[in-house]
């Protein structure tokens, strides 16, 4: 007995024209022998027809609609995926698509969420140091300048006030800020020529809600608050201080950061999309390098840095050390608000302080 044959697969959709036009309300179809027509819905007329083996039609993406494309340039476009995926499936064609196999595949879309997570933190771990270093050294003068630039006009409209500190206070510690800056310590990180050395400034600022607060820009723009000045018991302290921020721009932890998270917000762009606008965000607003903050690691050299300098100018290598205790004994620091760093803890720095302070004034023992 001869089975009945089927009757031909049909799906609803609209169907353009090869020049741009209205689109039409038509259905697809396709025969025993292979050929597909597009038929206007409500008068029947053939709109085009082709065989199978000479149409284009596109991956199955979800649910998103898919097209049929004639040889004459015309399209048809229809929500009925599995209509068109019953039309494709038994002449040998693939038109599934890979992302349409990871959503219907959830073990997969498992494992390619979990290989994507692995490669970016791979790229995290190893790959972003390196670009940050390659960065670092390739960058010529004048990025720091304009970054520092920018975030310093950014501070002074957002946070800051005009300095409260007499023409005699300033002067004072001014002077004694670029004698010391005149001793920087050039460590591995230290610029090829004299030309591009950082030329340090020391700035004044009110703080206002900033409060007692100093940082370094990487040009070498120094910024010390009022609030800071008034709270240090002593000028040794304030200089220590100062000692502590030279040493983040000669160490160039600030452009390290800054590329870092650059690095970081391209990688997140990376998955998300618009990485050009992202990233030209994060380097062209200078505001970006207030909210820094730096590791453990270069929080400790800095300190480190600090009692080296303060030595070598003749000042009291300890000063860094006995202001940690004045933010531990004023403030109630006790490494949780430290305003230099969330890290390390104060009493651990006050601790490793001294004990440098002591090493290198008292090398012998």
């Known amino acids: 007995m001869a089975s009945e044959a089927r009757p031909p697969l049909s799906a609803e959709g609209q169907w353009r024209p090869p020049a741009v036009g209205r689109a039409k309300a038509a259905s697809l179809t396709i025969s025993q022998d292979a ?27 979800g649910s998103i609609p898919r097209t049929v494309t004639f040889p004459d340039g015309s399209v048809f476009e229809t929500s009925d995926n599995d209509t068109i995926d019953n039309m494709v499936r038994p002449r040998g064609k693939r038109h599934f698509g890979f992302v349409h196999g990871l959503e219907k595949f959830h073990p997969r879309l498992i ?92 700035n004044f600022r009110a703080g206002g809600t900033i409060g007692p607060n100093a940082f370094a820009l990487p040009d070498g ?23 502590h921020e030279i040493g983040h721009v000669e160490r160039q932890h600030s452009l390290r950061q800054l590329y870092r998270a650059a690095g970081v917000t391209a990688l997140i762009m990376l998955i998300g999309g618009d990485i050009g606008s992202g990233t030209g965000d994060i380097l062209v607003q200078g ?40 933010l531990r004994d004023k403030l109630g620091d006790t490494g949780k608000n430290d305003f230099l760093s969330s890290h390390p803890a104060t009493p651990e720095r006050i601790e490793e302080t001294r004990r440098y ?6 090398p012998g023992k």
Not at 50 to 60: H, K, Y
Not at 180 to 201: C, F, N, V, W
Not at 222 to 238: C, F, I
């Open 287 to 326: 505001s970006a390098l207030a909210s820094l903050s730096y590791s453990r690691g270069a929080e400790a050299e800095a300190d480190r840095y600090s009692v080296e300098l303060m030595h070598k100018v003749g000042h009291d290598p300890a000063a860094i050390a006995r202001f940690f205790e004045l």
């Open 221 to 243: 723009t120094v910024v010390l608050t009022d609030e800071l000045v008034e709270l240090a018991d002593d000028d040794e302290m304030v200089l220590a201080v100062l000692a």
């Open 357 to 362: 302070a002591e090493e290198i004034s008292n």
């Open 111 to 202: 494992l390619f969420a979990a290989l994507v997570v692995a490669f970016c933190f791979v790229l995290y771990r190893f790959a972003v140091p390196v670009l940050v270093e390659v960065a670092v050294a390739v960058t010529p003068p004048v990025v720091p300048k304009l970054l520092s630039q920018g975030a310093l006009v950014s501070l002074d409209q957002t946070f800051f006030e005009e300095t409260k500190l007499s023409i005699e206070r300033q002067k004072a510690l001014s002077d004694q800020f670029a004698a010391m800056a005149k001793l920087t310590l050039r460590g591995s990180a230290a610029p090829a020529s004299p030309e591009d050395a950082p030329a340090y400034t020391l």
């Open 35 to 61: 050929t597909v027509v597009a038929a206007d819905r409500d008068s029947g007329a053939v709109l085009a027809s082709a065989p199978f083996a000479s149409l284009t039609i596109s991956d199955r993406v």
